[in-house]
């Protein structure tokens, strides 16, 4: 079945350091989408990626889709307090009903150090 | 953030009990969908509920029942689970857009429901 690695699965950083995380499926993707979890929380919606090579950004966070649609990156440059989570991304699990559910990595837990 | 809840938020069940968790979501969305989170392994995809109809069922055991009485309500039942099965259960919904192919749409999660089974 389809498979979304993501790493690492751990990143200390410096308040203040960027950080990226790198995920890669097994099969290519029509879409990819990437989650925010906060300790304690839920994940919540940050982005999601439909073209070959597209690059969105949203203020410090930079999330890259690759060229053959299999891979994917999230990239936060000057990391606060507030990035503190954990970031997934997923693909879809191609239901063939009209809704897919998803396909999450383990997801890259991001701790920052003041 | 309102949108999407679910009840009871924290559970400690046996596992010759029968309970059931309750999703509701308040987003006017046409598809639910019922994810597991444990320590061990990553969210995981258990049932997907597009228009009512059940679309998907992730080879989830038969202890495992879900039901989705209309686009608003999503309920897992729960019988002779064992303790393994404790994880947080995660309900989220996304509105499918019938024009557009297959794919999938952002999803709104709930706060989910810590499940205990002693």
């Known amino acids: 079945g389809q498979q979304v690695m993501q790493i690492p699965q751990y990143q200390h950083v410096q308040e203040g350091e960027d950080f990226t995380t790198y995920c890669n499926s097994s099969?290519?993707?029509?879409?990819i989408q990437w989650y925010k979890q906060r300790p304690g929380g839920h994940p919540v919606f940050l982005i999601q990626?439909?073209?070959?090579?597209e690059v969105k950004k949203q203020k410090r966070l930079t999330f890259q889709f690759g060229e053959a649609k299999k891979n994917s990156s999230l990239h936060i440059t000057a990391t606060q307090t507030t990035d503190v989570g954990t970031y997934f991304c997923?693909?879809?699990?191609?239901?063939?009903?009209?809704?897919?559910?998803?396909?999450f990595g383990k997801g890259t837990h991001l701790i920052i150090q003041p | 953030e309102t949108g999407v809840t679910q009840t009871p938020r924290h559970l400690v069940m046996g596992m010759t009990n029968k309970k059931s968790l309750k999703c509701e979501q308040h987003?006017?969305?046409?598809?639910m969908y019922w994810y597991k989170q444990s320590a061990k392994k990553p969210l995981e995809l258990m049932f997907v509920?597009?228009?009512?109809?059940?679309?998907e069922n992730n080879s989830v055991p038969s202890r495992f029942s879900p039901e989705c009485p209309n686009s608003s309500h999503l309920f897992l039942h729960l019988h002779t689970l064992q303790p393994e099965d404790s994880a947080l259960y995660l309900c989220?919904?996304?509105?499918?857009?019938?024009?557009?192919?297959?794919?999938?749409?952002?999803?709104?999660f709930g706060p989910g429901t810590r499940l205990t089974v002693t």
């Open positions: 989220a919904s996304s509105q499918v857009t019938l024009s557009r192919d297959s794919s999938s749409y952002e999803q709104y």
């Open positions: 099969t290519t993707l029509s879409n």
């Open positions: 990626l439909v073209k070959s090579g």
């Open positions: 997923a693909g879809p699990s191609y239901s063939g009903g009209g809704a897919d559910g998803l396909t």
């Open positions: 987003l006017g969305h046409n598809a």
């Open positions: 509920y597009n228009f009512k109809e059940q679309t």
